[in-house]
């Protein structure tokens, strides 16, 4: 019944910003905790943030801290990545997962997923 949607990705310049929208149906996200993640075709899948069900605590990966803002709209049950100052090496596609449990940086201690966006940062 969850649903996870992401939107926002594309191509953009070095240095531009973007903003990745996770719409989460089934579950108020004042009940989850909701993280970002991102693949590229050669690493493996790292953390990049997340954000407690309260919204008052925020975790980010070193790579993207000072770069990246989580956020989020109770009232749209939304929440937000805005990615400023962006480099080629965040480019892969982001994915937005949910989980009751606790604030987790790995993969699997999340339930739901959504279909990720694709972000491409040019040199």
């Known amino acids: 019944q969850v649903q996870v949607v992401e939107s926002g990705g594309g191509l953009v310049q070095a240095g531009g910003s973007l903003r990745l929208s996770c719409s989460v149906f089934?579950?108020?996200?004042?009940?989850?905790?909701v993280a970002w993640f991102r693949q590229t075709p050669t690493k493996e899948p790292e953390f990049v943030a997340t954000?407690?069900?309260?919204?008052?605590?925020?975790t980010y990966a070193d790579s993207v801290k000072g770069r990246f803002t989580i956020s989020r709209k109770y009232a749209e049950n939304t929440v937000y990545l805005q990615m400023n100052s962006l480099k080629p090496e965040d480019t892969g596609v982001y994915f937005c997962?949910?989980?009751?449990?606790?604030?987790?940086?790995?993969?699997?201690?999340?339930?739901?997923w959504g279909q990720g966006t694709q972000v491409t940062v040019s040199s």
């Open positions: 997962a949910a989980t009751r449990r606790a604030l987790a940086v790995t993969m699997e201690y999340y339930d739901y």
């Open positions: 089934g579950r108020t996200i004042s009940r989850a905790w």
């Open positions: 954000m407690s069900p309260s919204g008052d605590s925020t």
